[in-house]
């Protein structure tokens, strides 16, 4: 057992405060008990704090992955009273008050708490075919953006080298699977590059021949924004030479091809890169979380918890984020798990004063939507207000730029911005790293 957490956890006669989750809500619960009488354990089992909205654009060169992830342990370095774990919680005990978790060298250890907030997150969800993961990845963490990354630039280096025009198209065609934020960012990136940053950079291929297509399993691209912003956002898509598909579902895949359905019937399109951004569902540790309280989940495994976020059949167990569920049926979206983490932070700080008085019901206060489209391209919806173009493109950089953690990510993030649009939209870290990636390991073979 890890003897100096038991012996923190002896000299100390503060309350434990555990917090599972390194994302928006766990370091926004932390930092809300800054000042509170507590000690709190913020443990992840990744060491940084990952800005997924721009998860993309590390995928499509624009970013490197540092000024998205920065280390968790400067996130909450001024926090005098917040320690940083780097471990995988495995268990929850409700009734001794411990999380199990193992370290990298430490092996298991045993956190004491008083008061537990659970914010794992979500993973992606393949409805029901979770070996199509092999064929159309996702982006969730920053190994996905980074194999995502080779990978699709793999696909033109391999295309470079075939000698037949059937294999070749085959590596120049580009599915992306859901038209949600993720989808439509993704898709104008592939455009972006095939039509804008490659062309002059290869000699046997012509990249603005590349085919990129986005299916929709639904009626429109942007489901929860306005009619407006629905069909502008189509309409940029494909002036920018992407094909579109609504009402049209992934059936099957393979690592040679995809095959849907839509209004004409089914089809099968050859194409070695997919990319998932159709859905998504609770992380494990949701599951877990269930089983140990006996808290009820839904169809996407989220744990369904109280207006005060407290999980049922647990004293002092919270949950929040992309992995709960609420009579509300609030969006999985940053925004959320932020304004959750803040109040259950606060909420306990009042409790450890001795407030015993029933605590106000969770109120989400939306605050907007927005995507981009491409270069200079976006939309954006706040509080009834709908924006488009340029407008919008700034009014989004403005405001990603700012949830970023420390001056140092956003000043080289407006840098690197910057760079993409002054110098032909240049893409400066284009690196193939990844050598476990399709792509990759293609191309190995085709040497």
């Not at 992830?69 to 409700?94: M, S």
């Not at 990129?212 to 956002?233: D, H, M, R």
């Not at 167990?317 to 959750?340: E, F, H, K, N």
Request: charged fraction near 25%; aromatic fraction near 6%.
């Amino acid at each position: 057992m890890h003897n100096s957490t038991l012996r923190r956890a002896e000299k100390s006669r503060r309350p434990q405060v555990v917090v599972i989750g390194g994302g928006f809500g766990g370091v926004r619960a932390a930092k809300a008990l800054a000042r509170a009488d507590v000690d709190v354990t913020l443990v992840d089992r990744a060491n940084h704090h990952l800005f997924q909205p721009l998860l993309y654009q590390v995928a499509a060169g624009i970013l490197p992955p540092g000024l998205i992830a920065p280390a968790l342990r400067r996130v909450v370095r001024k926090e005098r009273n917040v320690r940083t774990l780097l471990a995988e919680v495995h268990g929850i005990d409700p009734e001794r008050k411990v999380v199990r978790a193992a370290t990298p060298a430490e092996g298991t250890l045993e956190l004491p708490y008083d008061y537990l907030v659970v914010a794992g997150g979500a993973t992606h969800a393949y409805f029901g075919h979770p070996q199509w993961s092999r064929f159309a990845p996702g982006m969730k963490t920053i190994e996905d953006a980074r194999m995502l990354r080779s990978h699709i630039l793999g696909a033109y280096e391999l295309a470079e080298l075939a000698t037949d025009d059937a294999e070749r198209r085959a590596h120049l065609t580009f599915v992306v699977v859901g038209a949600g934020p993720t989808g439509v960012e993704i898709t104008g990136q592939l455009a972006e590059l095939a039509r804008h940053v490659l062309p002059e950079d290869y000699r046997s291929i012509d990249t603005r021949r590349a085919r990129i297509i986005l299916l929709e399993a639904g009626p429109a691209v942007l489901g929860p924004f306005a009619p407006k912003l629905q069909q502008y956002t189509r309409r940029r898509l494909e002036e920018m030479g992407v094909e579109v598909r609504l009402d049209t579902a992934a059936t099957d895949m393979d690592a040679e091809s995809i095959v849907v359905r839509g209004p004409a019937g089914e089809e099968r399109i050859v194409a070695r890169t997919k990319i998932w951004a159709a859905g998504v569902q609770a992380s494990p540790l949701a599951a877990m979380l269930a089983r140990a309280t006996g808290a009820p989940t839904d169809r996407a495994g989220r744990v369904a918890v109280r207006p005060d976020c407290s999980v049922p059949g647990a004293e002092g167990v919270y949950a929040i984020g992309d992995m709960v569920t609420t009579v509300d049926r609030l969006p999985g979206v940053a925004q959320v798990a932020m304004q959750q983490g803040t109040y259950v932070g606060r909420q306990i700080a009042d409790q450890v004063k001795g407030d015993t008085s029933t605590p106000a019901p969770f109120r989400y206060a939306d605050k907007g939507s927005m995507a981009t489209i491409g270069a200079r391209q976006a939309v954006a919806q706040i509080r009834g207000v709908t924006i488009t173009g340029y407008p919008a493109y700034l009014l989004w950089r403005y405001v990603h730029v700012m949830f970023l953690v420390g001056w140092g990510n956003r000043l080289g993030t407006l840098y690197d911005w910057l760079r993409s649009l002054r110098h032909a939209r240049n893409r400066a870290h284009r690196l193939i790293t990844l050598t476990r990636t399709t792509a990759v390991e293609e191309m190995s073979v085709a040497a």
